[in-house]
């Protein structure tokens, strides 16, 4: 993908106005509006913990996304339609009805792989090579499966120019664009959730996705040092005892806080007298917009600090879940941004005038702990 300068919008922005496209091509792979609407959720909720590090434009990945968990989610969890045999031969007098009817059933006797394809190319209108990139596979797989769907459809792949030239009265591609198109925008007749609704619904996955990769980190560094503590408890009984040595004091080992866009973080803030101290930064290079970081919950709250390099002009604008938090002089350090404890939030530092070279850094800070 080609990169342009970052204007891709905030994530709730970014719902608000590509999700209910993405709904449509989710359902069309699902064939069920509920399935069609967990699959989306999904989809965002990895799309929000991917945001930092996305392309400027984050609609192709999360449309790769939904695809690809598609097939994976889908292979594990679902046990609805199986493909069965190719659509039967009509007769040149079916209605225009009966046309459409026939030709939506046979695309759920699809595999998942073919009826991803069709839905990629003859929906979302992507090249063959887009399709490729999106499933992960080979141009010549996706030519491949493209055609074996076509003739199972029984879709003449020429166009409509050929249309109804067999005697089994095939249809052109146009006639399948068609039926696609009709069932993505009536979603089997339901009412699809609201912008609203679908965000919090994706914000309490992001929850729970957070607490989850949290207890799997702790899993894992309880595990370290378990492994650490044997290593030093057992090791020494199958070595020789080693010649004594003079003790000499040690400095605490403390890691100290990195630079952010040039600063030394400091290892504690006091904030409205309260103490925190560092837990965490991340740092965006070569002049971007804005730098984009999603914020566990944690159980205490947590206060923000950010940078932008030396001699940065313009301003500094912080928001927190979409909503204006703080505004600084730009080439500096600022803190003071507190978050609200048990809840996951997307901070977003955005400088009003980007130059190359510079950057911008934020800061995490928890409850003082010593």
Do not use: N
């Not at 499966?145 to 591609?173: E, F, K, N, S, Y």
């Amino acid at each position: 993908m080609s990169r342009r300068g970052d204007t891709r919008p905030d994530f709730e922005e970014f719902v608000v106005v590509c999700s209910d496209g993405l709904l449509r091509t989710a359902y069309l792979l699902t064939r069920d509006p509920s399935l069609a609407e967990d699959l989306l959720q999904t989809a965002l909720t990895k799309a929000w913990f991917a945001w930092t590090r996305l392309d400027e434009q984050p609609e192709p990945y999360a449309r790769t996304t939904l695809a690809t968990t598609y097939a994976t989610w889908w292979r594990r969890r679902w046990r609805g339609e199986r493909p069965t045999r190719d659509l039967e031969p009509r007769q040149a007098t079916g209605t225009e009805r009966e046309t459409h009817h026939d030709l939506w059933a046979a695309l759920g006797r699809l595999t998942r792989r073919q009826r991803a394809v069709v839905v990629l190319r003859f929906y979302d209108d992507l090249a063959e090579a887009d399709t490729a990139e999106v499933l992960s596979c080979s141009v010549g797989t996706v030519s491949s499966q493209t055609a074996t769907a076509l003739a199972r459809l029984r879709v003449d792949p020429r166009g409509a120019g050929h249309r109804r030239t067999h005697p089994g009265g095939d249809l052109g591609v146009d006639d399948l664009r068609d039926v696609l198109r009709r069932e993505a925008e009536a979603l089997g007749g339901t009412e699809p959730l609201g912008a609203q609704a679908r965000l919090s619904a994706v914000a309490g996955r992001v929850r729970s996705g957070a607490t989850r990769r949290h207890a799997a980190a702790w899993a894992a560094l309880v595990a370290a040092a378990v492994a650490a503590v044997a290593g030093f408890v057992v090791a020494p009984t199958l070595l020789p005892d080693p010649a004594p040595r003079p003790f000499v004091p040690q400095e605490p080992m403390v890691q100290a806080p990195p630079r952010l866009a040039g600063f030394p973080m400091p290892p504690r803030l006091r904030v409205r007298s309260v103490g925190y101290s560092y837990f965490r930064g991340e740092q965006v290079d070569q002049g971007r917009q804005l730098l984009r970081v999603a914020v566990a919950a944690t159980p205490g709250r947590q206060v923000i600090g950010w940078a932008t390099s030396p001699g940065t002009p313009g301003q500094v604008v912080v928001s927190v879940d979409g909503t204006v938090a703080d505004r600084s002089r730009a080439g500096t350090f600022a803190y003071g941004v507190r978050l609200t404890p048990r809840q996951t939030h997307l901070v977003v530092v955005r400088v009003t005038r980007p130059q190359p070279g510079k950057s911008i850094g934020l800061a995490i800070y928890g409850p003082e702990t010593f």
